[in-house]
């Protein structure tokens, strides 16, 4: 009877309710929450617990110094902004958010921003997150979150009408997306590197996602987004719902390589697609075998409103370069300009690489699987005669009940910018070494 006591007594000890700040306008860190919370936040400079959520009212803010680690012990455990939080830690002494479990499919709630008109001066930076249910959630706010690490958490960032600044982090192994917005939603997400998220692998829980709800308009820039494990994950997937729904998405600079496909553009019931996406590295997405259902550099799908501008990008190594389908059927579908030098905007001028998508003897560098004909003009396809080109492109030539591609005037060889070079002298020989995007190369 006794050890039953003292048993009960110990489970009373480690019960806490939520803890919220009296929304008087005081700046608050942990040390200060230790005091006021009645064991919410126990612990002292640098090593904290958190037992129980909690919630920065809309007038407080939380500030919480370089070199806390803070450990969260139960499920419900987790920090919700309703007001501004500064968790600001240095490259040399950052700030860890972790559980007391390693629960890969999130154990604590994690980081919560609520609607808040200030919200845009909360910072998160140089931070490490690991096991939470969701590193970074935002509903109609929009903080910042950069140079940090989040890793092995449920969803790594999710964004509900939220402008979010999303940028030089590392997200990595997330059980399911490693980014993913809805409800109009345009953050920056910028020099991020996506590392294998979704590990769940039962579905296409992509590594950045932009959902069918709202007037998404993301800019997604200068990112790596590297798959390899989960067959299903894509890199980059935006969808749009309902002719209301508008997307100008920015996609611009990425380096994709080792997904299911590089990236999709879908849109369903006449969803407006304007997106434009330029500059990127698309390569080697074709984990998954079933070449029916995954396999392309960039994906076009759905309705005649989904009309993306496809411009100065580099795919290659895919199953497939660049296709463009509605549903499995052939009928009229997305209208995307991929090269179109016979009007007077000189942003759609093509431009692209597109080579060395095969499956097994196949080159399918463009597959138009619609009855409506396409532009892509002024190309490179690496080989370069009209003939030759023709190997690589299936549309009407291929099938009467396909679309025409325009793909002529194509591009001569377009030149891969160097991003490095050096010259080294050896005795009498000199050694060249230079980089590109695509690949490295050494002479003597």
């Not at 903080?143 to 964004?159: E, I």
């Not at 798959?227 to 100008?248: D, K, M, Q, R």
Request: with cysteine.
């Amino acid at each position: 009877m006794k050890r039953l006591l003292l048993i009960l007594i110990s489970i009373s000890s480690n019960s806490f309710a939520q803890y919220t700040t009296p929304n008087t306008g005081v700046n608050w860190d942990l040390d200060s929450l230790v005091l006021y919370s009645s064991g919410v936040v126990v612990g002292s400079f640098p090593n904290y617990q958190i037992n129980n959520n909690v919630v920065v009212s809309a007038n407080d803010e939380l500030n919480i110094l370089a070199g806390s680690n803070v450990i969260f012990t139960a499920p419900a455990a987790g920090i919700e902004m309703n007001g501004i939080l500064k968790a600001i830690g240095t490259s040399s002494d950052s700030i860890i958010f972790t559980s007391a479990v390693e629960d890969s499919t999130g154990y604590y709630v994690g980081l919560r921003f609520n609607a808040n008109p200030n919200s845009s001066l909360s910072q998160i930076k140089y931070a490490r997150i690991f096991y939470a249910d969701y590193g970074l959630r935002c509903i109609d706010a929009s903080p910042t979150l950069a140079n940090s690490y989040l890793y092995k958490c449920g969803r790594g960032v999710q964004l509900s009408s939220s402008n979010a600044v999303i940028k030089y982090n590392v997200i990595e192994r997330s059980y399911e997306y490693g980014i993913t917005m809805t409800l109009s939603s345009s953050p920056l997400i910028e020099g991020n590197h996506m590392i294998k998220n979704n590990t769940k692998a039962t579905s296409a829980m992509n590594q950045i996602s932009i959902g069918l709800q709202g007037n998404n308009s993301p800019t997604i820039r200068n990112n790596i987004i590297e798959g390899g494990e989960s067959i299903p994950t894509g890199g980059i997937s935006l969808w749009v719902s309902g002719s209301t729904a508008f997307s100008n998405a920015i996609i611009e600079g990425n380096r994709i390589f080792n997904n299911s496909f590089g990236i999709t553009l879908y849109s369903t019931s006449n969803g407006i697609i304007n997106a434009i996406v330029r500059d990127n590295h698309i390569y080697n997405n074709n984990i998954n075998p079933n070449v029916m259902v995954s396999g392309s550099g960039i994906n076009i799908n759905g309705s005649q409103a989904n009309q993306p501008i496809i411009t100065r990008n580099t795919i290659h190594g895919n199953w497939w370069g660049i296709t463009i389908q509605n549903g499995s059927t052939v009928q009229a579908g997305p209208q995307p300009n991929i090269g179109n030098i016979e009007n007077s905007d000189t942003t759609d001028d093509g431009m692209n690489i597109i080579y060395g998508n095969v499956q097994g003897l196949n080159v399918y560098d463009l597959y138009n699987n619609c009855t409506n004909d396409i532009y892509a003009q002024n190309n490179d396809w690496r080989v370069y005669d009209s003939l030759s080109i023709e190997q690589h492109i299936f549309h009407k030539a291929d099938s009467s009940l396909h679309g025409f591609v325009k793909f002529v005037p194509f591009s001569l060889f377009i030149p891969v910018e160097l991003t490095s070079f050096t010259a080294t002298v050896k005795g009498n020989d000199v050694q060249l070494s230079w980089s590109s995007a695509t690949e490295t190369n050494n002479r003597g």
